[in-house]
């Protein structure tokens, strides 16, 4: 569910000799300014506007839940997928555009569906459902050969490059039955009706950044899924934006804001609990709700729909600025907005750093210990019976061993090698790994050895026949994993490499068309 490449930064900080927690701070703030960035020079770009981008980039940066992720959840793969978000939902908008690039519109659209897969997989699902209404609406408006291009080209890009993470993804669900994937549809719709948000929760206004997610009726405790009223007024100013228009004609801007806002209602229903996601008498619905219930809390939906109502924001603004009479109303709505934003915002933290606790050194022992261990959750990732109380950092660094004598032990990651020797019929030696496919034996009788799970999931090598050996157990990746990679870094390469041509011929075919205009005068 959750890719690790977005992770690589904070470890090289790491190995640079910061800790963990001034890596990951770093991060954190690196990536908040790249979505400041990111952010304002799209909403600059697609509503031909500085103040409209920095209005449309100032309530995503200071969105509740956006907040709330990175704060309060932690959720390092959901807030990372986050900052992807406005990059694809750029992408879409070039891939329906009236002109004939086909390259610039792929890769955009790409960028930010490989940035979602390969932070947050269950995003997927998030950013899916909406986008599918807006493909359609734009399918309809723009049907052109080019379009068709753009949608194959970027799908291209999005599965090779992507392709060295999703090949071993399917193939690890496939062969590794997991808590989380052997639910069925009913308990996935079980779970999802627990955590389903009830409908006065998202109109709180700052609350406090705060406590967790019952499965209960009950809000008391439970932690903000406030849309946020900055948002809100967003929305207000599109209404008024629409009500205020003098031509009674819908334009194309009119057009699409009145599907974002459909769209926005409809994720905004699937985020709360008047959406039927429990268990019904048709299993083929039960099915269907089932694979949407695998984002397991529905309040998730609020990311999605988060950037919507800011789109709608940002479509209300560009009316009003179209229009000549409502032009400084457009500066004044920006104003307010923003500043509104700001106060939820300050509120929400400062209760946040008023009620939080700093995080303990991860080498402090009570970090290791049951009740205070938070690095695997509740197992649901893990091997189906693998119980995480018993598998606690520190807790088994050396091998036991039966029937049977080790020397010469050494462990590098996932590789183990030691000296064996075994003067029974049979023996074993219980490693400190998981058992997961792909791990094979390397030694001079092979026909001696075979392993197997143990109990709670820890691996186990029997031993069958008395021998003298030098042992190696090692992860050996499937040859269609290995071309996976070959493939996308054929594809990445390929596409970095194109680009400097790209804009070199861009620049050339600007400069041609300049000359010709300046002769024609």
């Known amino acids: ?15 640079l000799g910061l800790s963990i927690n001034t890596g990951y701070r770093i991060f954190v703030l690196f990536l908040n300014l790249l979505t400041l960035v990111s952010t304002y020079c799209i909403g600059k770009k697609v509503f031909h506007s500085r103040s409209i981008g920095f209005a449309v980039t100032a309530l995503w940066t200071l969105s509740p839940y956006r907040l709330e992720d990175i704060f309060l959840r932690g959720a390092v793969g959901e807030y990372t997928a986050l900052f992807f978000v406005p990059l694809l939902a750029y992408g879409i908008y070039l891939v329906f555009q009236n002109n004939n690039q086909i390259f610039a519109p792929s890769v955009w659209t790409a960028l930010g569906c490989a940035g979602i897969i390969l932070s947050h997989v269950l995003s997927v699902i998030l950013v899916a459902i909406p986008c599918i209404f807006f493909v359609i609406f734009g399918l309809i408006k723009n049907h052109s050969s080019v379009v068709i291009k753009r949608i194959l080209l970027s799908m291209a890009m999005i599965l090779s490059t992507t392709a060295w993470f999703l090949i071993p993804f399917f193939n690890y669900y496939r062969t590794v039955e997991m808590k989380v994937a052997n639910s069925s549809s009913l308990g996935k719709q079980t779970i999802a009706a627990g955590h ?25 405790g439970e932690m903000p899924f406030a849309l946020g009223w900055g948002l809100f007024a967003g929305i207000s100013i599109w209404l008024i934006a629409m009500l205020c228009r003098q031509s009674k004609k819908i334009d194309d801007t009119q057009r699409l804001s009145l599907i974002t806002a459909t769209v926005l209602l409809i994720v905004l229903f699937l985020s709360t609990n008047l959406f039927h996601w429990g268990p019904t008498r048709f299993s083929l619905i039960n099915k269907a709700i089932g694979l949407v219930a695998t ?45 509104l934003a700001f106060f939820e915002c300050g509120i929400s933290l400062t209760s946040f750093i008023n009620s939080s606790n700093p995080t303990p050194r991860f080498d402090s022992i009570s970090y290791y210990e049951t009740y205070n261990n938070s690095g695997v959750m509740n197992g649901e990732y893990l091997p189906v019976n693998t119980d995480p109380s018993k598998l606690m950092a520190n807790s088994a660094k050396y091998p036991e061993t039966h029937n049977a004598e080790i020397c010469n032990y050494r462990k590098t990651g996932t590789t183990i090698s030691f000296d064996i020797s075994s003067q029974s019929s049979y023996g074993y030696v219980l490693l400190p790994l998981l058992m997961y496919p792909n791990y094979q034996v390397s030694s001079s009788h092979d026909e001696a050895f075979k392993l197997s799970a143990a109990v709670n999931g820890i691996m186990k090598l029997e031993v069958s026949q008395k021998v003298k050996d030098h042992i190696t157990v090692y992860y050996h990746e499937p040859l269609s994993w290995r071309s996976s990679e070959i493939i996308s870094a054929i594809s990445i390469l390929a596409i970095l490499g194109y680009i400097p041509l790209y804009l070199r011929k861009n620049k050339n075919s600007s400069s041609s068309k300049h000359s010709a205009h300046s002769m024609n005068q």
């Open 1 to 15: 569910m959750y890719g690790d490449i977005f992770l690589y930064p904070i470890a090289i900080l790491h190995i």
């Open 196 to 220: 389903a948000t009830q409908v006065s929760q998202l109109f709180e206004f700052a609350p406090p950044l705060s406590g967790g997610s019952s499965a209960d009726q009950s809000i008391a």
């Open 295 to 339: 984002i397991q809390f529905p309040w998730r939906f609020l990311g999605s729909a988060s950037f919507l109502a800011i789109l709608l924001y940002g479509l209300g603004l560009f009316l009003l600025q179209c229009d000549k009479g409502m032009r400084t109303a457009s500066i004044t709505s920006i104003s307010m907005v923003t500043l």
